[in-house]
């Protein structure tokens, strides 16, 4: 006799399993995403029966692992290895997120043609048919050799056309398109996402292979599907921009191999993306003189420093509450620094509608913007411009006074290489520098609001 069909719901943002409905998920609070999915016992049984015939890993010794640092492979695109943290790691499990259309494809398919010349690379691809991936490839100039694509959906076909012809690299394009047969579940879903890159994962631990596996994100910015899978690979990478401007940023959130500070700036042409070595002179090109609500911030991204164009407005309002919007900077930061500027230094935006735009699709999250925004914002309510050769960094307290930041020589050496002549920091920063004096460039330690803003008044 079969045995009685089951149903649970199913979180579509977490993988929660319940076995009722609930209008808010239990396991990560969002409203209306609880989904009806049917469990066969003896399909389960048979997932589990197959996940328990892979043979188990060997025990070792700890004295018998190596400590010695494995080589990476180059990619041939110096931003993606800074990203990386140097390279491509053997066996590594890479996540490639972003929306659509903005470049992970094309990524991909760039980097296969220098790695192609020591590797042999199997490109999966679950969306575009092959003639469609050769048109792509000959338009980026893309000749390698060793260059192999699949067009496949069944992740267990995918498998073991890796364990025959033993690849140097896999890229599963997209991992939204791969499903399991055993899953009653369509493609796309929480289990298939998790259980398909699971079983990728496993191959590619197995075999020592790296692979890059990309993943398209949802409208709030998350990777499509469950959580779960940020934690099953070894680095997320996600490309952020605008689709309809040509830079893009890859920033990494998650990297087993090296640091999640750092960045990767492109630029998207004809011919594909190409590498930015300075994103400071990039974020600052087209800056307008003489305007007021301008000010250059100094961030820093990894161990990079960069210069970005801060723009404020401050107008009065048309309405009862007055409005706030941000773009490249947190809402509920810049209204801390808006009360700080209104009970601390006298500048009153109670009445008027503000603004912030960091210029060039570029996201500051660093407290050391803090006193570039509060200046920007500063000079659009009294409508005086700053000096178009300073720069500011510092993080502004709640009690009005400027605090000391880190790495404060390597963002005065950025900004005097490129030209400025007049640096505003905080004045803790600036008794802790060795020689300040070796700077070409002006230093002006402050303590308060009014001080940094009188200091960048022309």
């Known amino acids: 006799m079969a045995s009685k069909t089951k149903t649970v719901y199913v979180c579509s943002s977490c993988g929660y399993e319940a076995a009722r409905l609930y209008g808010k998920c239990p396991g990560c609070g969002e409203w209306n995403c609880m989904e009806e999915r049917a469990v066969f016992p003896e399909q389960k049984s048979s997932v589990i029966s197959a996940a328990a015939a892979h043979p188990a890993a060997p025990v070792v010794s700890l004295n018998q692992i190596s400590t010695e640092d494995e080589p990476r492979y180059s990619t041939g695109l110096s931003e993606l290895d800074r990203v990386l943290g140097g390279g491509l790691v053997k066996g590594s499990v890479v996540l490639l997120g ?38 792509r490839a000959d338009r980026l100039g893309v000749t390698t050799e060793n260059l192999f694509v699949l067009t496949e959906t069944n992740v267990e076909a995918v498998a073991e056309q ?15 398109t791969m499903s399991l047969q055993q ?53 997320v990478l996600y490309f952020e921009g605008d689709r309809q401007m040509s830079y893009r940023i890859l920033r990494a959130v998650k990297n087993r191999f090296g640091s999640t500070n750092e960045i990767g700036v492109f630029e998207m042409r004809d011919k594909g993306l190409c590498e930015v070595e300075n994103p400071s002179m990039m974020l600052l090109s087209g800056r307008p003189q003489n305007v007021s609500g301008n000010c250059v911030a100094c961030v820093m991204e990894g161990t990079r420093p960069i210069l970005s164009e801060v723009q404020g407005l401050a107008t009065a309002t048309g309405f009862g509450n007055p409005r706030r919007m941000t773009t490249g900077f947190d809402y509920n930061r810049m209204c801390l620094l808006l009360a700080v500027l209104e009970k601390r230094a006298g500048y009153f935006f109670s009445n008027m509608d503000t603004y912030i735009n960091i210029v060039g699709g570029l996201r500051l999250d660093e407290p050391a913007a ?47 290489r490129l030209g400025f002549t007049r640096c505003v920091l905080p004045l803790s920063n600036l008794k802790s520098m060795a020689e300040p004096q070796k700077y070409p460039i002006e230093l002006i330690g402050v303590r308060t609001i009014r001080e940094a803003f009188e200091a960048l008044q022309k």
């Open 183 to 235: 899953l009653p579940s369509s493609a796309g879903s929480v289990p298939q996402v998790r259980e398909c890159t699971n079983c990728l994962m496993r191959v590619a631990k197995a075999m020592d292979i790296p692979t890059f596996i990309v993943g398209h994100v949802n409208k709030d910015g998350a990777i499509a599907g469950p959580k779960v899978l940020e934690h099953i690979v070894d680095a």
């Open 370 to 416: 803090d006193l570039a925004i509060a200046m920007a914002l500063t000079s659009s309510l009294k409508d005086a411009p700053l000096s178009d050769d300073a720069v500011a960094f510092g993080e502004i307290g709640l009690s009005g006074e400027i605090r000391g930041v880190s790495h404060a020589e390597a963002r005065v050496s950025e900004a005097a």
């Open 98 to 135: 972003g929306d659509p259309g903005i470049g992970k494809s094309t990524l991909l398919l760039q980097i296969c043609d220098v790695l192609g010349r020591q590797l042999k690379i199997l490109y999966v691809s679950g969306e575009e048919s092959r003639r469609q991936l050769k048109l």
């Open 162 to 176: 890796i364990r025959q012809h033993s690849p140097g690299m896999v890229i599963i394009d997209s991992i939204q």
